[in-house]
């Protein structure tokens, strides 16, 4: 199984729609979630952190399900500019492990809203 | 701008050549991680330095390639007698508090082999 897993896509999305993907982590050690986005192999720019609670910015909301490892991100009404590819990161060098994990990338998912 | 900075952008090299990629981290930054990208690939850890200090290495090819990151001065990725295979996207990420910060990353470097 791999560490971190997501559906590649694409997904495409008409302009204004809810679009949500899920991603699967396989270390239930894992203690650090995030979202990143990458845009034509450009670096990747953190998107938004996923705590245990939930987090939402904006017309994005990340969950996080321990039990099942995996996360999800909901984008609302999109726009055009969300064409991207989004990383799901998973870190599992928690602090008592002094981070020394680096993170885990997912190979991304394809998204692409169309007008 | 306080952010990872990456030199150069593009770097072209002849094949058996040597190759060094150059990273600062953020400002207030410790902590640097190596990653690489090849075409049509995901992110891929290569190294985890703090200060004068190799941290974990897993991710790096035993030979041709070595990592540092001095008291003074940007941390160097060094690649000896680059091969095609070494074409990639290299990134740079750095972080505060590893493990609970999240990284943040250079504009990456461009590897071509000729």
């Known amino acids: 199984r791999k560490e971190v897993e997501q559906d590649p896509g694409p997904f495409n999305v008409p302009e204004g729609a809810t679009v949500a993907f899920n991603c699967t982590y396989s270390n239930s050690a894992s203690q650090s979630f995030f979202w990143y986005r990458q845009d034509c192999r450009k670096e990747p720019k953190l998107l938004m952190s996923v705590y245990s609670s939930g987090n939402e910015d904006g017309r994005f909301t990340a969950q996080l399900n321990r039990a099942s490892q995996y996360i999800s991100l909901l984008i609302r009404d999109s726009k055009l500019s969300d064409s991207a590819t989004y990383l799901c990161?998973?870190?599992?060098?928690?602090?008592?492990?002094?981070?020394?994990?680096?993170?885990?990338f997912g190979k991304g998912t394809h998204l692409i809203i169309q007008p | 701008n306080a952010g990872v900075m990456q030199n150069p952008r593009h770097l072209v090299r002849r094949r058996g050549q040597e190759a060094r990629l150059r990273c600062s981290p953020m400002?207030?930054?410790?902590?640097v991680y190596w990653y690489r990208q090849l075409p049509e690939e995901g992110l891929k850890f290569m190294v985890y330095?703090?200060?004068?200090?190799?941290?974990?290495e897993s991710g790096m090819p035993k030979e041709r390639f070595s990592a540092e990151f001095p008291k003074e001065g940007p941390s160097i990725l060094r690649i000896q007698q680059v091969v095609r295979g070494d074409s990639a996207a290299y990134f740079c990420?750095?972080?505060?508090?590893?493990?609970?910060?999240?990284?943040?990353f250079g504009d990456g470097t461009r590897l071509s082999i000729l």
């Open positions: 400002k207030g930054h410790s902590h």
């Open positions: 330095l703090q200060k004068e200090n190799i941290i974990d």
């Open positions: 990161v998973v870190n599992a060098g928690g602090i008592e492990r002094g981070g020394a994990d680096g993170l885990t």
């Open positions: 990420a750095s972080s505060a508090t590893p493990g609970i910060e999240p990284q943040h």
